[in-house]
Each structure stands twice: as C-alpha cells, then as structure tokens.
C-alpha cells in the first residue's frame, strides 16, 4: 500500500470513521500529499468532507530535498 498516493490512503481509512468515497489532491504543497476527501458517512456534528495530509521522509513533488516528517508533530500542536 503507497500512502503517497489517493488510493494508498483511501484503502488505509476505508475502515475508519474518515472512509472516503472519494480523494482529490489540493494543489500547492511540496513536502506532502495533501487531498480532499468526501465521507462515505459524514461525522456525528455533521461534517462530509476532510481534509487528508500525508508526511514521509520525502517529498511529494519537489525531487532532491527531504525534510524529517517528524516537523509537523509541533506544528500540529498549535491545531
């Protein structure tokens, strides 16, 4: 399974309340796979749609330059 890639990530939450029917990617970033993802079932408060965003220690569109994916555990704190 490639976590680098729509389906990669759709199969990992196809058994989480986050199931998706459906990961576009969002444009803009370098260092992660960042998507879109609409619910199979939306979330108790109501939500259809998230936002998924996926690290490694690589990049997603920018070759050559590799950044730690530990760099975003502070980052996430302030969220």
Known sequence: ???NTPAGLQALLSSTPYA???LLPLTG???NVT???T???PLKDGTSTVIVK?????PA???GISWDAVRLVSCMRHY
């Open 39 to 41: 619910l199979v079932v």
């Open 29 to 31: 970033g370098l260092l």
């Open 54 to 58: 996926h690290a490694e220690s690589f």
């Open 20 to 22: 998706c029917i459906s």
């Open 61 to 63: 569109l920018a070759e």
């Open 1 to 3: 399974m490639h976590l």
């Open 35 to 37: 998507l879109r993802g």
